[in-house]
């Protein structure tokens, strides 16, 4: 980037003391300032950017720094100006003005240190429906769109692309330049608790979707227009035993029955040749496979041979968060390497070929690894050119501050929002329409629970019980079974199958009037009894009451498919192979299925 005019200072120059160095020389090449800043750093300096650690956001954009109130390691200013760490990932939703102002305010202690080396800030997902703060915030502020899942129900590039482009948008406004996503996990094991997260099962589907998301993201090559992203989790999540997650011990063991490894590697060729900036291996230990039965961070095998040497990966490798150390909440999720000392799974973690420890807060484990001769600083000085090279793409040198006043102009415009919306609608998929009860005229007589009267009356007559209405409207969510633990309770998972008593208020309404159901689909319900009993059944992965109205009364026609199988009982999903799509019998709703309708004449979804 050159500056226009010389005589005008940097915003990085107001913070800065001194003749400017190399490094900060942006008309210089990248790798040469790259060299200069390296040779300037102490290895603790180096150490320290090593390392993608959790930052929480006290109100109104204050910092946290009372010791009392950081639920993980240690004060933001401490860590940046004693541990010398630079990368965090912002855990929490905020409103985006916010979220920029404290920005701003990370930056200057940044630009306050020695060297005055940026941060670089990441994001989970934030512009869905979730929230669980251990992998999305729900959307505040941001354009709210279907969960990826439902991106995949629409199965359009150009839509994901445009949505990809949004989340740029909205995230440079507000200082965030890492997207700790996308995940194309494929969601072969119908248990898994991370499904919502994916473009579903289909390896051919996700490779398309996931071009267009890095793309959206990046652009065609990575700069200062770009959020660079840390694609996850590879070499494929998905088939984890049992569907139980690895974020949780009991969940560690990941599992290839079917013998298709190489499927669920397939997305990440796709994401690599669209140039993804980052990758992020998953938790999981493979079992009963060639691979070492070790957490993919972890695994040599793994990231050197196969990431690096054989698939030609010379970017960063971000680990996955909370590998090394135990926090109040959870042990380290060092499965297979449970019996090392941290200090050992830093060296192991750092010889399989990973740049940086996300979710840790510890460089003096590394800098105690060099004096020990176990690992050399050349080894360290190859991450964090890596990890600098990023940082001075993305042009933070130049520009580490945003603009306040405009976060809230440029984040949620009607346009994105607009555009959210109308996703939301476009993903819900016609499941059964039985005697073309959908689309509802308007002003039907409607009996509605889980959706809010006041909206519903915008589109019927809304009526106070089932024996007054010419249809009524219920909507469920996918069921799940509920868990207590502090990263648990967190997680849908376990059953998909809803039991009797959440069945019998259903079946009984159908058999009174009947009824749209529709299903928020996070998980591959199990629903033949209602799919029997309902009279049209819709599923949504995300949707407001407004745009599912919409699509109900014919204002915006329904243009999902199912990316991937309804089953038709928990005992066909018990016999299924966890790697292996579409892998169950007569499932009650095929992968890809997905009706469709025309909308009203003169019908216009709502704004």
Known sequence: MTRTDPTTPSPRARFRKGAEAPYEDPSRPVEERVEDLLGRMTLEEKAGLMFHSQALMGPGGEFVEDPEQVQWGRPMRETIEQRHLNHFNLVG?????????????????????????????????????????????????????????????????????????VVRREYLAVGIRVALHPQIDLATEPRWSRISGTFGENADLTGRLVAAYIKGLQGETLGSH??????????????????????????????????????????????????????????????????????????????????????????????????????????????????LTPSERTLKVIEAGCDQFGGEACPELVVELVHAGKVSEERVDVSVRRLLREKFVLGLFENPFVDVDAAASVVGTAEAVLAGRLAQSRSVTLLKNADAVLPLAEGTRVYVEGVDPETAAGYGTVVAGPEEADVAILRLSAPFEKRTGPISQYFHAGRLAFDADELAPVLAM???????????????????????????????????????????????????????PLPRSMADVERQRSDVPSDGRDPVFAFGHGLAYRPREGGAASS
């Open 93 to 165: 939703g905020a409103e985006p003005e916010e979220i920029a102002a404290w920005h701003n305010r990370v930056q200057e202690v940044a630009l306050g240190t020695r060297l005055g080396i940026p941060v670089t800030l990441s994001s989970d997902p934030r512009h869905h429906f979730t929230e669980n703060w251990a992998t999305s915030a729900v959307a505040i502020g941001f354009a709210q769109f279907p969960e990826t899942t439902g991106l995949a129900a629409i199965g359009d590039e150009e839509t994901v692309r445009a949505f990809a482009d």
């Open 226 to 339: 770009s959020v660079a992203a840390m694609t996850k989790h590879f070499p494929g999540g998905g088939p984890q035993k049992d569907g139980e997650d690895p974020h949780l011990s009991y969940g560690r063991e990941q599992v290839y029955p079917g013998g298709m490894f190489d499927y669920h590697l397939a997305p990440f060729l796709k994401a690599l040749e669209a140039g993804t900036s980052q990758m992020m291996p998953y938790y999981g230990m493979p079992v009963d496979t060639e691979m070492e039965a070790v957490g993919f961070g972890f695994n040599k095998g793994v990231i050197t041979g196969l990431l690096r040497e054989k698939l030609g990966f010379d970017g960063i490798v971000c680990t996955d968060w909370g590998l090394v150390t135990d926090n109040d909440l959870v042990s380290a999720r060092a499965w297979g390497v449970e019996h």
């Open 510 to 564: 159908c058999a009174k009037v009947p009824t749209v159901v529709d299903i928020y689909l996070d998980r591959p319900a199990v629903l033949p009894e209602i799919a029997e009993a309902s009279a049209a059944l819709v599923g949504n992965y995300g949707s407001g009451d407004v745009p599912l109205l919409d699509v109900l009364f014919g204002r915006q026609a329904p243009e999902g498919s199912l990316p991937f």
